[in-house]
C-alpha cells in the first residue's frame, strides 16, 4: 500500500463522517447487512446452489417443494422452489443482483441528468432555468409510478414482450432514471444558487475560466453532500419502483428473476398454500430496502449539522 493510500486512509480514520458512523450501531449494522446482500449478489453464480437461467437445470416435478422444515422439503433446495421447479434461492441470490443493478444503475442516470440540468439551471438561469424548471415541474406534477407504468406500457406494446423480455433491464433503468431526475436537479440548482455568489466562482471568472469549467471543477464538487443523500434514498426508490412494475406485468419477465417479478410468480400461489414463494423474496426486498434507508437518513443527518446531535 502506498504513502499516498495511506494517507488517505488516515484523513477517512480521522474524519467527522468515520468518527460518526462508528458510532452509530444502526448504521453500522445497516452497512453489514447491505454489503453482505451485495457480495452475495455479485458472487451469485458462485454461492447459487444452481442456475436458474439454465433450463438444463430446471424440473417441473420439483415445483412448489417447501422450505426446509417443513413436510415434504427437499434438502437440495432449502428455501424450496418455485412454480416452475427452480430453487428459491438461487432465484433469490440472482434477481437481487438484477435489483441492484436497476437500482444502481437507474440513480446513476438520474445523477447525470439532474447534475446536468440543475448546474444549468442554477448557474445560467433566465430563460434556460425557466425552461428546465417548468419542465421539471410537470414531471413532478405525476407520479413516479404513473410515468413509469406509461412508458412502459409504450416500450411493451412497441417490441413486444419477446424484445421487451431481452432488453428489460435497460428499459427499467432509463425509465426510472428518467422518471426520478428532477429531485436531483432542483436539489442542485439550489445549491448552485448558493455558491455561486461566493467569491471563489468570482475569482475564477476574474481569471477568465470558461463557464463549463467553473460549473464542474469549481461550483459541482461543493453541492455533492447533498446529492449523496438523495442518492443512497433514490437508489431504495428505484428497487420499489422496479418491483412494482414488475408485479405489474411491466418489469422484469419471470425467465429472468427479479425480487419483483419473483413476488409477482408466487401470488398466485399463495391460496394453494405455497406462501414461501411470494413471502420470502418479500423479505428480502423489505430488508434490502430497509438498510439502505437507514443509511441514507444517518447519512442526511451527519451531511447537515443542523439535524446532527452525534
Do not use: C
Request: no cysteine; aromatic share 10%.
Amino acid at each position: 500500500m502506498t504513502t499516498a493510500t495511506l494517507s488517505r486512509w488516515d484523513r477517512f480514520r480521522e474524519s467527522f463522517l468515520w468518527y460518526s458512523f462508528k458510532r452509530d450501531k444502526v448504521a453500522i449494522a445497516s452497512f453489514v447487512v447491505l454489503l453482505l446482500m451485495v457480495l452475495a449478489a455479485i458472487f451469485a453464480p458462485l454461492l447459487a446452489p444452481a442456475n436458474p437461467y439454465d433450463l438444463a437445470q430446471i424440473n417441473i416435478m420439483n415445483s412448489e417443494l417447501p422450505p426446509a422444515g417443513m413436510d415434504g422439503a427437499d434438502p437440495a433446495f432449502p428455501l424450496g422452489t418455485d412454480a416452475q421447479g427452480r430453487d428459491l434461492l438461487s432465484t433469490i441470490l440472482y434477481g437481487t443482483r438484477v435489483s441492484l443493478l436497476i437500482g444502481f444503475g437507474a440513480v446513476v442516470l438520474q445523477a447525470a441528468l439532474g447534475i446536468l440540468f440543475g448546474l444549468l439551471a442554477g448557474y445560467l438561469g433566465g430563460r434556460v432555468d425557466a425552461v428546465l424548471m417548468r419542465i421539471a415541474d410537470v414531471q413532478l406534477s405525476f407520479s413516479t409510478l404513473m410515468v413509469a407504468i406509461i412508458v412502459g406500457a409504450v416500450f411493451k406494446a412497441s417490441f413486444g414482450n419477446l424484445m421487451f423480455g431481452e432488453i428489460a433491464i435497460y428499459m427499467l433503468i432509463f425509465i426510472i432514471g428518467v422518471a426520478e431526475w428532477p429531485q436531483i436537479a432542483r436539489t442542485v440548482r439550489a445549491s448552485v444558487l448558493a455558491e455561486k455568489k461566493k467569491e471563489y466562482v468570482d475569482a475564477a471568472k476574474v481569471m477568465g475560466f470558461r463557464t463549463g469549467r467553473i460549473m464542474f471543477r469549481h461550483i459541482l464538487p461543493n453541492t455533492l453532500s447533498p446529492i449523496f443523500v438523495i442518492g443512497t434514498v433514490q437508489i431504495a426508490n428505484a428497487i420499489i419502483s422496479e418491483a412494482a412494475l414488475s408485479f405489474l406485468g411491466l418489469g422484469m419477465p419471470e425467465t429472468q428473476p427479479s425480487l419483483g417479478s419473483l413476488i409477482k410468480s408466487g401470488f398466485d400461489y399463495i391460496q394453494s398454500g405455497s406462501w414461501w414463494i411470494t413471502l420470502i423474496p418479500g423479505l428480502v426486498l423489505v430488508v434490502l430496502v430497509l438498510v439502505i434507508n437507514l443509511l441514507g437518513d444517518w447519512l442526511r443527518d451527519v451531511m447537515n449539522p443542523r439535524l446532527y446531535k452525534g
